[in-house]
C-alpha cells in the first residue's frame, strides 16, 4: 500500500497518521532500516502520546500490508498490470513484477484520492502538525541506530506533495522515475504512459475489493 491509502481512515490524528507512513519515509532515507512488530510493543505503552500514536501508526501500516498484499483481489490486479507493462518496459535491472507492484499501490491512492476528493489537502493538512525533527529522534529511539536526515526528508515531502499527481499521467509517470531515480535504476520509457489509462481502469474496477481487504 502506498502513503493515502494507509491514512485515509486517519486523517484526524497526526501523529498516527506520520506513523502510517514513517515505514515509508524510512525506506528513503535509510533502506536497510526495518520496523517488525516484535521491536514496537514496548513503545505502545510510552508515556509520551506522540510516541504512542506514532508506533500505533506503525503497526498500523504493517497490519495494512500483510492484508492488502494478502488478498486476492491484490494478486489478481498485479498479474493483469503484468501483463500490460510488459510489452511496453524493458528497461534494464526493472523487476517488472516489482513495478507492476509499485503502479498497483500507486493507482490505488490514486482511485481513493477520487473517491476522497479533499483527502490530498486533509492528508497534508495534518502532516502540517507534525514535527519533522522530533519524528527523526523518536524514530532513532525505536529503530535503535541513527536514521540521519529523516527530518529533512519528512519536510520535503511535505513540501512535494506527490498525492496531488497521481491522477495525472504525466506527472505519475514522472514520479515513477524519481523511484527508479533514488533506486539508482535507467529511466521508465515514455511509451509506459500508453497504458497508464488502462491500469488506472483496472484498480478502479478493483477498489472496493481491495479496500475491505483493509477489514480482515
Not at 165 to 194: G, S
Amino acid at each position: 500500500m502506498n502513503y493515502f491509502a494507509h491514512a485515509v481512515r486517519f486523517l484526524d490524528r497526526p501523529y498516527f497518521l506520520a506513523g502510517t507512513s514513517l515505514p515509508d519515509w524510512l525506506s528513503v532515507v535509510k533502506r536497510t532500516v526495518r520496523l517488525r512488530r516484535t521491536s514496537l510493543t514496548e513503545h505502545l505503552t510510552s508515556p509520551d502520546e506522540r510516541t504512542r500514536q506514532l508506533v500505533a501508526g506503525v503497526v498500523q501500516h504493517l497490519e495494512d500490508d500483510y492484508r492488502f498484499h494478502s488478498a486476492p483481489a491484490f494478486s489478481e490486479v498485479l498479474v493483469q498490470v503484468l501483463r500490460l507493462i510488459q510489452p511496453v518496459v524493458n528497461t534494464p535491472g526493472v523487476s517488472l513484477v516489482f513495478l507492476s507492484h509499485l503502479m498497483v499501490e500507486i493507482m490505488f491512492d490514486a482511485a481513493l484520492l477520487c473517491r476522497f476528493p479533499n483527502g490530498a489537502n486533509a492528508y497534508y493538512a495534518a502532516l502540517s502538525h507534525v514535527d519533522p525533527l522530533w519524528i527523526e529522534g523518536t524514530a532513532q529511539a525505536i529503530v535503535g541506530e541513527e536514521v540521519e536526515h529523516l527530518g529533512t526528508f519528512v519536510r520535503l515531502f511535505c513540501r512535494e506533495k506527490i498525492l496531488y499527481d497521481y491522477n495525472d499521467d504525466t506527472a505519475t509517470l514522472r514520479r515513477l522515475n524519481q523511484v527508479m531515480a533514488r533506486l539508482k535504476l535507467p529511466p521508465l520509457p515514455t511509451a509506459l504512459a500508453n497504458v497508464l489509462p488502462d491500469i488506472r481502469s483496472i484498480v478502479a474496477a478493483k477498489e472496493l475489493d481491495l479496500w475491505r481487504a483493509l477489514d480482515g
